[in-house]
């Protein structure tokens, strides 16, 4: 069911003012529809591009942070949806203070979103160059 933003809570935003180490105040507001491209622009302003996946239960998680989209626990209707912040396959924020806090496997995972630092073209080391990286 669709719920109106001042009705649920921010919790997209709060993930992402966790991971960034930021106030909430300074993320954007994310309850709306559209809101990856909000996102995205907002972290291509710190030199990171959002990732999206969809996790498998079992997959080998990344040892970074990064945002789970969960059905809620709490919210009259699961499908509402939640987002917590997890490292590797670990939960390690619920920003609903109204959430048991679980493990990965305590939450219905839907979709995930990782943080990469980029540089861009401007920046890139020249092709060839060597970055420590395997020769063939």
Known sequence: SERLPEE???CLAACVASIFEV????????REKDWWPVLTRWCQERD????????VKGMLF???YYILGVKSRTLPN???????????ATIVHDP????PMGD?????????TMFLRYWPIAR????????????A
């Open 62 to 64: 990344p040892e970074t």
């Open 23 to 30: 106030p909430i105040e300074q993320v954007p507001d994310l």
């Open 8 to 10: 649920q809570g921010n």
């Open 124 to 135: 890139a080391p020249a092709r060839g160059a060597n970055q420590g990286g395997a020769r």
């Open 104 to 112: 990965w496997n305590d939450y219905e995972a839907e979709d995930a």
């Open 96 to 99: 609903n203070p109204k959430a």
């Open 48 to 55: 990171v591009t959002p990732m999206y996946f969809s996790p």
């Open 78 to 88: 699961p499908g509402d949806g939640h987002a917590v912040v997890a490292w590797g």
